[in-house]
């Protein structure tokens, strides 16, 4: 079946540049995150989403960051008035369960590399 | 979440069994152990995870230890698509977050 994808694949953007990145999750779950993988790291959470509700956005390291879901599938990532230090890869996964579940797995797309010249 | 241990790259031969070690000598009773994986140019990928017991998929074998401070994640047969960045993590059940706490892992390279 078809897994959660992401578009673009690739993005270069000039600094100051505004850039909106896309998350199609897996048909079905409820819960949506996005997280940033810098060169050579871990991934690192940036936001949840429960249906349409952005329930932790913690992670998103400054207020040029904004992320939507509101329909409750689809969920969009926008990084505005971009800089050097926003290249990375942004990763979306989706999962079935709600907060209720926390065993349950993530299923991660291949991610939006996004360099910022 | 309680904070695991893992070297940082770890060799294989192809056909070879290989035992990937987590340390995570701060569990908690509610933290379960998840592995994920990450090959090249792509997203995570959810391996298999446990709480006490031994658990065992199409993927690997998840042995934990009686005292729950160390896990080993085991590859029965290694072959070239297993190179990867091995990532062990311990979700809290009890946590609201859903969030996942990713380290650094450990490269996994196999040797043809």
């Known amino acids: 079946g078809a897994g959660v994808s992401q578009s673009p694949r690739y993005k270069v953007a000039k600094r100051g540049q505004d850039v909106a990145l896309r998350c199609d999750p897996i048909?079905?779950?409820?819960?949506l995150f996005w997280y940033q993988q810098a060169l050579g790291q871990g991934p690192e959470f940036l936001t949840y989403?429960?249906?349409?509700?952005?329930?932790?956005k913690s992670g998103l390291p400054s207020d040029r960051f904004f992320a939507e879901r509101p329909e409750g599938s689809v969920s969009t990532l926008k990084i505005q008035r971009t800089q050097q230090e926003d290249s990375a890869v942004y990763l979306c996964?989706?999962?079935?369960?709600?907060?209720?579940?926390?065993?349950?797995?993530?299923?991660f797309g291949p991610g939006t590399r996004l360099t910022v010249l | 979440d309680a904070k695991t241990t893992q070297p940082n790259s770890m060799e294989s031969n192809e056909e070879e069994p290989v035992h990937l070690p987590c340390n995570h000598s701060t569990i908690s009773g509610t933290d379960y152990i998840h592995w994920y994986r990450q090959l090249p140019s792509q997203g995570p990928e959810y391996v298999i995870h446990g709480l006490t017991s031994n658990v065992n998929n199409r993927m690997a074998s998840l042995a934990i230890a009686e005292d729950r401070k160390s896990s080993t994640l085991i590859l029965h047969r290694a072959t070239l698509r297993d190179a990867a960045v091995y990532y062990c993590i311990l979700r809290d059940r009890m946590n609201r977050d859903d969030k996942i706490i990713f380290g650094k892992g450990t490269r996994l390279h196999i040797l043809p």
């Open positions: 048909s079905g779950h409820v819960s």
């Open positions: 996964a989706s999962s079935l369960e709600t907060s209720g579940g926390r065993t349950g797995a993530q299923y």
């Open positions: 989403f429960q249906n349409e509700a952005q329930l932790d």
